[in-house]
C-alpha cells in the first residue's frame, strides 16, 4: 500500500536516493545530504507552526510504500514560491513596434526577468522511483499535495504554481541555456543546476542579465525550447493541465522549462473534493467504485492513499480498516476524497488508466 | 582648388556628386528636391538667418578654371533637435558573484542620443579623380577635411562644446552589412538600403519606433556582426586617420545600422582649432615659389564669402602672410585683410 505523508528524519537516505535519480536533475531538489537534511528540519517546522497566511513555509512530503518500508518518491510546496528571495522566472512578452512612417507594425517578442510567480504557492521538488512510473502512483505523489492544500487554505496563496523541467536534448544539453544563460555564466548545463542547488537559485538569477532579451537574437533551437517540457515530463504536464491549470506567460531562467499556474478553486481536485465520515467495511465487502485520494484531517499527521470512491446510500465513504488505520481514522470520522480520474486525460495517448495498481513489482 | 559655400547654381554638379557617393553614405541622397532643399538651408546659415539648431555649413570643392566640384564637406551646427539622432553606445556590464567565482563582462548596445546638441562634420566626399595618383600631391581630401577646423574656430561662437563625425562601417565583399544583417534586419522589415535611404532623407523617425528600446547583450551577435562593432570601412580609414590626427577619438558610441565607429572631441581640443593661427595679408608677386606638397592651410574671416585653400607659404616672424596675386584671387582677398592660417606638418 501506498501512502503520502510529511517527510521525516529517517527518510533521509530515500530522499538522497530519489534527488539522485530525478530526471533531469532538479535544482529544487539537489542530491546534497546536508542540503537534504535542512529540507527535512525545514518542514518539520512548517508543519509544526502556527501559520496564518503563506510564507516561508516550504512542506515536503514523501510517497512511502508500505511493503518496502521505505519513501520512494518525494513531492514539496513552498508556501511562497519567492518569500525571503524573489522567485525568478523570464515572462513572454510581446512589444509592438510600429511605424506610421513606413506603415509597418511589428510584433517583437522579448523574455524579461520577472517576481511576479514570487507570490503564488509552488508544487515543486518532485521525484518518483522509476518503477512506480505509470502508475496512479505518479498521480497520488503529485496531487496528494492539493488535498493538502484544500484543507489548511490559510496557509498557502490562492494561486498555485508549478515549473516543470525544461527540454533537453539527447545529449542532456539545454539548447536554451547554450544561447542564453552559459553566455552570461560560462558553464554548461549541468553545471550550473548542480551549483543553483547548493547555492539557491535566486542566487544566481541576480547575475543574470537584467535587461530583456529580444527572442530574434537567440538561436533558432534556443526559441524552440521556450515553454517546452522536459519530454520525461510531458505526461505529467498533462495531466496538471486536466487538473486545471494553464500554461503561462513565464518560463524557467535556465533551460525555459514551461510555468504552470491556477488559481487553486478552479482545480477539479479542489471543486470535487468533498468531506465524508467514514464507515468501516472488509476489503473483500466493499463494492466496486472508481479510484480516489482520500486524506485524513491532520496537519502533521497529514496522510493521503487511493481508495475506491465507494459511498453508502448515507453519503458515508467505505474503507477497508487497512485503509483506516493508515490515515489514523475510525469509525465515524471525516475524510476528504477526490475523484483520481480527471476528465479529459483518459482519452489521451500515453496517460495511463487510474486505477488501483500501486507498481507492485 | 578651393572651398567656398554651395551655391544655388551647384544642382546639378551636387546630384552628379551624389550619384557617385554609394551606399552607406546617408547624407547625401540621389535626390533632387532633398538637395535643392539641402543648398537652400545652406545658403540661409552662411548667410546667418537660420537658427543654431538649424546650421547646416555646406561646403563645395571647387576646380576654379573649370567650375567642376571636386568634392563636398559640411558641418551641421547642432544635431538632433530637428530630426532624433540616435547612437549605439557599447557598455560594459559587469556579471560578478565572488561566491559562484564569476567574473565576467558582458558588453551590452545601449540605444542613446547622447549627441543632441554636438556640432558634426559630415558629408565628405571627393570624386575618384580628384583623389589618389597624380593627384595625391594635391591634398584634396585634406582640404576638404581640415578646411571645417579653420571654419569653425574662425566661427566659434556659432558652434557648441562637442563635435563629432560618424564614420562608415563595415561591408563585406558581397556589400553586405553584417552588423545590419544580425541586429537591424530582426526589427526593421526593409533592407539596409532603404533604412539608409531614409535616414538620409532625414526621415528618422521610424528608427525610434522600430528600433529595440533595450539593450542588446552583444553575445547574442554573431561572430560577424560582432567583428563590426566600432570598425570602419576600408575606405574610410584614411578618413578617421585624419580625424584621429586632430585629436578625436572614439568614446564606444557606434552607427546604429552599420556598427561603425563615432569619433568626437571637445572643439576647443581640436589640434586645428588650437593651431591655426589669424594673419594680416601682404599681396607680392615674386619670391619663393610653393612647395611641391602643400602644407599651409587657409581660410578667410568672413562668413558671406568664406574661401579656403592651400598657400604656398606660412606667417612671417611679424604674424603677417604673404600671398601670390594668384593666391588671393583664388581667396578673394586683398592686402589688409586677414586670414586664419595653419601649418598641418606642425
Not at chain 1, 506567460?249 to 491556477?262: L, N, S
Not at chain 2, 577646423?149 to 574662425?154: N, V
Not at chain 2, 528600446?213 to 570601412?233: M, Q
Not at chain 2, 601682404?282 to 585653400?309: C, H, I, Q, Y
Amino acid at each position: 500500500m501506498l501512502v503520502v505523508r510529511p517527510v521525516v528524519p529517517a527518510d533521509l537516505p530515500a530522499l538522497e536516493r530519489l534527488a539522485g535519480d530525478a530526471v533531469p536533475q532538479l535544482t529544487n531538489l539537489p542530491a546534497h545530504r546536508d542540503r537534504l537534511e535542512e529540507r527535512i528540519v525545514r518542514s518539520r517546522q512548517a508543519f509544526e507552526a502556527e501559520v496564518a497566511f503563506p510564507g516561508d513555509e516550504h512542506y515536503t512530503f514523501v510517497l512511502e510504500d508500505l511493503e518496502r518500508g521505505e519513501a520512494v518518491g518525494t513531492a514539496t510546496i513552498r508556501a511562497q514560491a519567492g518569500a525571503v528571495d524573489a522567485y525568478y522566472t523570464y515572462r513572454q512578452e510581446t512589444l509592438i513596434h510600429a511605424s506610421q512612417q513606413l506603415n509597418v507594425r511589428r510584433e517583437v517578442q522579448t523574455l524579461a526577468l520577472s517576481h511576479e510567480v514570487s507570490e503564488a504557492s509552488l508544487l515543486c521538488a518532485y521525484s518518483l522511483d522509476p518503477r512506480y512510473r505509470g502508475t496512479s502512483a505518479e498521480s497520488l505523489l503529485r496531487r496528494a499535495r492539493l488535498m493538502f492544500i484544500a484543507q489548511y487554505p490559510e496557509r498557502f496563496a490562492s494561486l498555485l504554481a508549478m515549473a516543470f523541467p525544461g527540454y533537453l536534448d539527447e545529449a542532456g544539453e539545454s539548447p536554451f541555456w547554450n544561447s542564453v544563460g552559459c553566455h552570461f555564466f560560462g558553464r554548461d548545463y549541468q553545471e550550473i543546476n548542480a551549483l543553483a542547488g547548493i547555492r539557491s537559485k535566486s542566487f544566481i538569477a541576480e547575475v543574470m542579465p537584467q535587461f530583456p532579451l529580444y527572442l530574434p537574437l537567440l538561436t533558432p533551437r534556443a526559441r524552440a525550447a521556450i515553454g517546452r517540457e522536459h519530454p520525461d515530463h510531458e505526461r505529467a504536464l498533462s495531466e496538471m493541465l486536466a487538473e486545471g491549470f494553464m500554461r503561462s506567460r513565464h518560463v524557467d531562467i535556465f533551460d525555459a522549462g514551461p510555468v504552470i499556474k491556477a488559481e487553486r478553486e478552479r482545480l477539479q481536485s479542489f471543486r470535487r473534493a468533498a468531506w465524508h465520515p467514514v464507515r468501516i467495511r472488509p476489503a473483500q465487502a466493499l463494492p466496486d467504485a472508481a479510484p480516489a485520494m482520500v486524506a485524513n484531517q491532520s496537519l502533521g499527521g497529514f496522510r493521503c492513499v487511493v481508495a475506491r470512491y465507494a459511498l453508502s446510500p448515507t453519503g458515508q465513504l467505505m474503507l477497508s480498516p487497512e485503509h483506516a488505520e493508515r490515515l489514523g481514522v475510525g469509525e465515524g470520522r471525516a475524510v476528504l476524497a477526490a475523484p483520481l480520474a480527471l476528465p479529459g486525460l483518459e482519452d489521451e495517448e500515453g496517460g495511463h488508466e487510474p486505477g488501483y495498481d500501486e507498481g507492485e513489482l | 582648388m578651393r572651398i567656398r559655400p554651395i551655391a544655388r547654381g551647384d544642382l546639378d554638379e551636387l546630384q552628379a556628386l551624389a550619384r557617385e557617393t554609394g551606399v552607406g553614405f546617408t547624407s547625401l541622397p540621389d535626390n533632387r528636391d532633398f538637395l535643392a532643399a539641402k543648398i537652400d538651408s545652406a545658403i540661409a546659415a552662411f548667410e546667418e538667418r537660420q537658427p543654431a539648431n538649424r546650421r547646416n555649413y555646406f561646403f563645395v570643392l571647387e576646380e576654379e578654371a573649370s567650375g567642376r566640384l571636386a568634392g563636398c564637406c559640411a558641418i551641421e551646427g547642432e544635431v538632433g533637435h530637428e530630426v532624433p539622432f540616435y547612437h549605439y553606445r557599447v557598455g560594459t556590464l559587469a556579471h560578478s558573484s565572488a561566491q559562484l567565482d564569476l567574473h565576467r563582462t558582458i558588453d551590452t548596445l545601449f540605444l542613446c542620443s547622447d549627441h543632441t546638441g554636438d556640432a558634426e562634420v559630415a558629408s565628405l566626399f571627393l570624386r575618384p579623380e580628384y583623389r589618389g595618383g597624380d593627384r595625391r600631391q594635391q591634398r584634396n581630401g585634406a582640404l576638404l577635411s581640415m578646411m571645417r577646423w579653420l571654419f569653425m574656430a574662425e566661427f566659434r561662437d556659432r558652434f557648441p562644446d562637442k563635435v563629432l563625425a560618424e564614420m562608415r562601417g563595415v561591408f563585406n565583399e558581397r556589400g553586405r552589412s553584417p552588423f545590419w544583417d544580425c541586429l537591424g534586419a530582426n526589427f526593421f522589415p526593409m533592407d539596409f538600403d532603404e533604412a539608409d535611404r531614409l535616414t538620409g532623407l532625414g526621415q528618422k523617425s521610424f528608427i525610434g519606433e522600430l528600433m529595440p528600446k533595450y539593450p542588446i547583450y552583444t553575445p547574442f551577435l554573431s561572430e560577424a556582426a560582432r567583428a563590426c562593432i566600432g570598425r570602419v570601412h576600408e575606405q574610410t580609414r584614411p578618413a578617421l586617420a585624419m580625424l584621429k590626427q586632430q585629436g578625436l577619438r572614439w568614446e564606444g558610441y557606434i552607427d546604429i545600422f552599420d556598427g561603425g565607429p563615432t569619433v568626437e572631441a571637445y572643439i576647443d581640443d581640436v589640434r586645428a582649432v588650437r593651431r591655426s593661427r589669424r594673419c594680416r595679408i601682404e599681396v607680392a608677386s615674386g619670391g619663393d615659389e610653393a612647395a611641391e606638397r602643400p602644407r599651409w592651410l587657409a581660410a578667410t574671416t568672413r562668413m558671406a564669402n568664406f574661401r579656403a585653400a592651400w598657400v604656398g607659404r606660412g606667417p612671417d616672424e611679424e604674424g603677417g602672410i604673404r600671398l601670390t596675386p594668384a593666391e588671393a584671387a583664388c581667396l578673394e582677398v586683398a592686402t589688409g585683410d586677414l586670414l586664419r592660417v595653419l601649418d598641418t606638418e606642425e
